[in-house]
């Protein structure tokens, strides 16, 4: 069994910044971890894609304007975020599959003013 937890969400202007941290119960070393948002009305996105080895890939809503990383000796991944606009508001959750099935973290909620 996995746990994910997210934080560091909050209310920012737009152009502001803010880091997002996913935290697992477990080692995450060899596991693939996504991203993903859920704006209010709308479906569950995906956002990016951090594998084990550090390369990532972004939703082109997103490309240059987030970053993802991790560190896995602290079974921690990131999402930072740059340049906000108000239609990046969401709740931003973390993903990964382990043996299986997939595991989701609780979200936390990103709200960006204009």
């Known amino acids: 069994q996995v746990q994910l937890v997210e934080s560091g969400g909050g209310l920012v202007q737009a152009g502001g910044s803010l880091r997002l941290s996913c935290a697992a119960s477990?080692?995450?070393?060899?596991?693939?971890v996504h991203w993903y948002r859920q704006a209010p009305g709308k479906q569950r996105a995906w956002v990016a894609t951090?594998?084990?080895?550090?390369?990532?890939t972004y939703a082109d809503s997103v490309k240059g304007q987030f970053t993802a990383s991790r560190d896995n000796a602290k079974n921690m991944v990131y999402l930072q975020m740059n340049s906000l606009k108000p239609e990046d508001t969401a709740v931003y959750y973390c993903?990964?599959?382990?043996?299986?099935?997939?595991?989701w973290g609780q979200g936390t909620q990103v709200t960006v003013s204009s």
């Open positions: 993903k990964m599959n382990w043996q299986g099935s997939d595991y």
């Open positions: 951090i594998l084990s080895g550090g390369t990532t």
């Open positions: 477990g080692s995450i070393f060899s596991i693939a």
